[in-house]
């Protein structure tokens, strides 16, 4: 299934949208804690992937400069510290190419 290019489907409350990166992939992030990957096209963007990478909002997303990897910073609570700190956030990190995650520390 293929979209216009503008604007481009998503869901609701988008908090983050990246352009095209150098992979033709377009990231969009929201509230709900999710992320979505969507493949440019020669017409339109397609849907691939939904991610449900955290439990509560997204607050920042970033898109390393050779558009292979995404890290996204959740508000969720990411555990204790060593120390018995509580530890507030959580980050996951995506391989764009392969839309997959390649890493999610706790």
Known sequence: MSFPPSPIPSHPSINFS??????NFVLTASQDGILKFWKKQAVGVEFVKLYRTHLAPIVHVGVSDDGKSAAVLG???????????????SAKVFDVENFGGCSIPD
């Open 18 to 23: 990246f352009p095209p990166s150098r992979t």
């Open 75 to 89: 508000a969720d609570t990411g555990g204790k510290t060593a120390g018995g700190n509580e530890v507030k956030g």
